[in-house]
């Protein structure tokens, strides 16, 4: 009779781990998902201020910046840059504008933005798309 309490004793045992261990893994995997999404969004936020700011050093060296066809070329610089981001949007602009477009002491802005969607599904419905955006300004110098 002891014998048997005691076989029963432990089967009422591994089910219990087993529902614990049911409860414990979905909370467990969305911390792990959520720091994944935490971890795009950072990368996400680094690269556009690394290109935002490579982007203003490259237009405002060799009158790369001058007029509206060279700092397009500077977007296309910076979007070049940003390779891991997801549909990144740059823009470059002069202050203050002068009649022959970007000169001397003016300043150059670029502006890096991007849209990151969150992959884990309930952070995803919380926070929502985040939208990071990273700037960079530099005096031209010739």
Do not use: W
Not at 17 to 29: G, Q
Not at 92 to 100: D, I, L, Q
């Amino acid at each position: 009779m002891m014998l048997t309490l005691k076989r029963r004793n432990r089967s009422n045992r591994r089910g219990q781990a087993m529902v614990e261990l049911a409860l414990a893994l979905p909370i467990f995997f969305l911390i792990i998902f959520g720091l994944i999404d935490l971890g795009r969004a950072v990368f996400v936020y680094n690269s556009l201020s690394e290109g935002a700011r490579e982007g203003a050093r490259y237009g405002s060296v060799q009158a790369r910046a001058f007029d509206t066809t060279s700092r397009d070329a500077v977007e296309a610089y910076v979007v070049d840059l940003l390779e891991g981001v997801p549909n990144p949007t740059v823009d470059a602009s002069c202050t203050p504008k002068g009649v022959f477009g970007c000169t001397v002491n003016d300043i150059l802005k670029v502006r890096a933005e991007a849209d990151v969607t969150m992959i884990t599904p309930i952070i995803g419905q919380i926070v929502g798309t985040l939208h990071i955006e990273a700037r960079s300004e530099a005096v031209v110098n010739n």
